[in-house]
Structures are given as C-alpha cells and as structure tokens.
C-alpha cells in the first residue's frame, strides 16, 4: 500500500493539530494508519479531508479531527483493553489498535464487521477482534474495559456499558437526541460512582437496537 503523497499526509496532519489533536501519541498513530483503505468507492478522493464520508449501510466514517479528540478523551494506554460500539469503516478501531493492548470493535451490520476485518488483516492489525453484535448491551464476556467508546449517539450513556467499565476506567460517549446536536461526553468511573464531563458537541448517527438487516 502506497499511502497518500507527503503533501497530501502533510495538510492531513495539520488540519488535526489545527482543530485540537495536540497528543504526540495519538498524531503518531493517526500518521501510521492510512484512511484511505477505510473510505471506498465515490469519496475515495477525499479520504484526506477533515470531513465525515458515507460508508455501506447508510452510515458515515467519522472525521478525522473527531476521531482525533475522541481518541484524546480516551487517554488509552499501552495495556488497555479497549471496547468500542459502532465499528463502521474500522478506521477509529484502527486507530486504538496503535495505542492499546487489544481492541473489541463491535457492530449491528455484519457487512460492515466484514469488510473492516479485511482491512485490520491486510494492514496486519492483529490485536483487534471485530464482531456482529447490538453493542448496547456491551461484551459481557470480555469485561470489563479499561476504555470504552461508543461512536454512535445515545440518549443516555447506556447502563450495561457503565456496568462494563472498570473502576478508574474512562468511556467516551456522544449524548443527545439523535439528528440534533449532541455532546461529546467524558465517563470516569471511581470506586464511588461515576463523574461526569463535556468535551464538545458533536453529530453522530444514533446508536440502534438489534441488528441491521444484513446486505
Ligand atoms: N467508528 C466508525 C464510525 C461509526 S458510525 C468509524 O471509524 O468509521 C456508527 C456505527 O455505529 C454504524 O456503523 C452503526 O451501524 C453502528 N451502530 C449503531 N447502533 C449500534 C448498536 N446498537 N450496536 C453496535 N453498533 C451500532
């Protein structure tokens, strides 16, 4: 795989540092994974902007300047375990698969698990588990997580996925109705309870129960 022109990854990365993504760490790991296997078909060409783009199934890979803070928020560390609800294109999954130990990415449309896996295995990501699921409910029999992260917009954040955080783990999570503005939200868990904080409003699609219908 060639990968985008220095110019092109050159732009890529100042447009994330411009809207935020200051983390050494985390601008490394956005710089080794390429967006573009992510992004198919007619917006290929545009794999390189800061913009969210359709994927199958009627979904969208999320910019990347989001991915960035999303992953920021996190605070992911070399020997996490890492849930994220909503695998879409992968790209996020990817993303974590650089800074965590291993990441469980888990979505409603089995194409989509399809075609990301394919990805993570060319790009030889190998400590990444991608499976069809209702991520609402969470990976019981994975948890619980040092992190997780949920990339589609929930009313709430959804009780069986606190219930799957380890204390001290953090979950970041876009609130608020769906097709309105949401906000990004920050969940830490103490030995106590659960505290609370906004990070930014964002547009996500929402978080759905059941899986889609498979195509
Ligand atoms: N993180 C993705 C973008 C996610 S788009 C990326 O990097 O490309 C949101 C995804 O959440 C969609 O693929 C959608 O199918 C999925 N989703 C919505 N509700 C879900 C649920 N209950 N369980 C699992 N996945 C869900």
Excluded: W
């Amino acid at each position: 795989m060639t990968g985008p022109a220095a110019e092109t990854k050159m732009q890529f990365l100042f447009a994330l540092r411009s809207r935020g993504v200051t983390e050494r760490r985390v601008l490394n790991a956005m710089e080794e994974i390429d967006r573009g296997p992510f992004v198919r078909g007619l917006f290929s060409e545009r794999a390189y902007e800061d913009m969210p783009l359709p994927i199958a199934c009627g979904q969208t890979i999320s910019q990347p300047s989001v991915v960035g803070i999303m992953t920021q928020a996190l605070q992911v560390s070399p020997r996490d375990k890492v849930l994220e609800v909503g695998t879409g294109s992968g790209y996020q999954a990817a993303i974590l698969s650089k800074l965590a130990r291993r990441v469980y990415t888990v979505d409603r449309h089995a194409r989509l698990v399809r075609e990301a896996r394919v990805i993570f295995e060319a790009q030889g990501l190998v400590n990444i588990t991608a499976m069809t699921i209702d991520g609402s409910y969470g990976l019981p029999d994975q948890a619980p997580f040092d992190r997780i992260i949920v990339t589609a917009a929930a009313e709430d954040p959804p009780g069986p996925l606190l219930a799957q955080l380890k204390i001290g783990g953090i979950m970041v999570v876009p609130v608020g109705q769906s097709d309105t503005v949401q906000t990004l939200i920050r969940v830490r868990r103490s030995e106590t309870g659960f505290d609370y904080d906004e990070i930014r409003p964002v547009r996500f699609v929402p978080l759905l129960e059941g899986l889609g219908p498979d195509s």
